[in-house]
């Protein structure tokens, strides 16, 4: 059975460099974010790793989302990684650590 992982926010920055990184060492992944064109987009680019990608968009704040999530990770067998990584730190793109206010 391969290893499952949950990213939320996995569409672009930290959260698509993980499933890249956890993508190429074999594990099947789940990835959500708000956005569905980016997220499919992602998606298609962790494919090329080999393993399943269950791509659903939404929000985690809304509980039906959540149950969809759930019921992905369950259609890949377990969950081993849950990264919840789904937020908005501010400016997009981050502006450098050393000039952020």
């Known amino acids: 059975m391969n290893r499952t992982a949950l990213i939320t926010g996995g569409s672009r ?16 992944l789940v990835i959500t974010a708000r956005g569905e064109e980016e997220l499919e987009d992602a998606a298609l680019a962790l494919r090329r790793h080999g393993g399943r990608v269950i791509a659903r968009a939404g929000d985690i704040a809304d ?38 206010p």
Do not use: C, K, M, W
């Open 13 to 28: 920055g930290l959260g698509r460099t993980i499933a890249e990184f956890l993508a190429a060492q074999g594990f099947d």
């Open 63 to 100: 509980v039906s989302h959540r149950q969809r999530l759930a019921g992905a990770v369950h259609e890949l067998g377990q969950l081993d990684i849950l990264l919840n990584n789904a937020s908005t730190l501010g400016a997009t793109p981050l502006p450098p650590l050393a000039e952020y």
